[in-house]
């Protein structure tokens, strides 16, 4: 199974900086243990305000309580408290690691709200999903569709996307055969020191750290995103 994770930590106020940095290190240590034990798939910074340490996660595990130990196992934990959904399979999904991580590309998780019309008729209704199946494999093809899963709820559904900018992924969005049907809210993506994906640009190089400074924290750390 698959797990989409929403982390955040705050750092309890006078906290001592050497701590916070040895709980930092150990949590990257750590981190990579679980990537290479097929454990942490992913790791991405959505937007944040000032003073956020917010991370989103992409976890397997054989089911909640696997995950759950998964996540206690994390130094950050002491820290962090963790909003969990669950992902389905979807029937359009690539596959996990068969779309490769574009280098130039940015990524954005999309939800998707799958809403039919009343009176539309079920032959409209299928040759409609038929078009959006053949779209989500060329899409993929193409390097921008990177995977698919269903989240709880009717019709609801979370994509994984690469797009050349929120402007060039919104131009795919609206030409999707399903577009008139579905409501969409797209979240763009930062790439996470301690990202098991992450495909470094030209001169880049990756501190593992996994989180601001020591110093940044312990002036900031009251003020917590909420998930």
């Known amino acids: ?16 900086a050497p701590e916070v940095d040895d709980v930092r290190s150990r949590e990257a240590a750590q981190t990579r243990r679980l990537a290479a034990e097929g454990r942490v798939l992913r790791l991405w910074r959505p937007p944040l305000a000032p003073g956020e340490w917010r991370t989103i996660g992409l976890f397997a595990a054989g089911d909640a309580d696997d995950l759950d130990r998964t996540l206690a196992s994390m130094p950050l934990r002491v820290w962090r408290t963790d909003e969990v959904t669950a992902l389905g399979a979807h029937p359009n999904d690539p596959g996990r690691g068969t779309v490769p991580r574009r280098a130039a590309g940015e990524e954005f998780l999309v939800t998707f709200e ?3 019309p009343d009176g539309a008729s079920p032959p409209a209704l299928q040759e409609a999903v038929s078009r959006e199946a053949a779209r989500a494999r060329e899409l993929a093809a193409e390097g921008r569709l990177v995977r698919l ?11 994984l996307w690469q797009a050349d900018g929120a402007a060039r992924l919104d131009t795919i969005l609206r030409r999707l055969p399903l577009a008139g049907w579905l409501a969409v809210t ?5 790439s996470h020191p301690s990202d098991p994906g992450s495909v470094p640009g030209p001169g880049e190089s990756s501190n593992a750290t996994g989180g601001p400074t020591a110093d940044h924290l312990a002036g900031t750390t009251s003020a917590g995103a909420t998930p």
Do not use: C, I, K, Y
């Open 186 to 190: 797209a979240v763009p993506l930062s």
């Open 149 to 159: 899963w269903t989240l709880p709820g009717q019709g609801r559904n979370l994509g």
């Open 1 to 16: 199974m698959e797990f989409l994770v929403t982390m955040t930590t705050r750092v309890p106020d006078g906290t001592p």
């Open 114 to 116: 799958f809403r039919v």
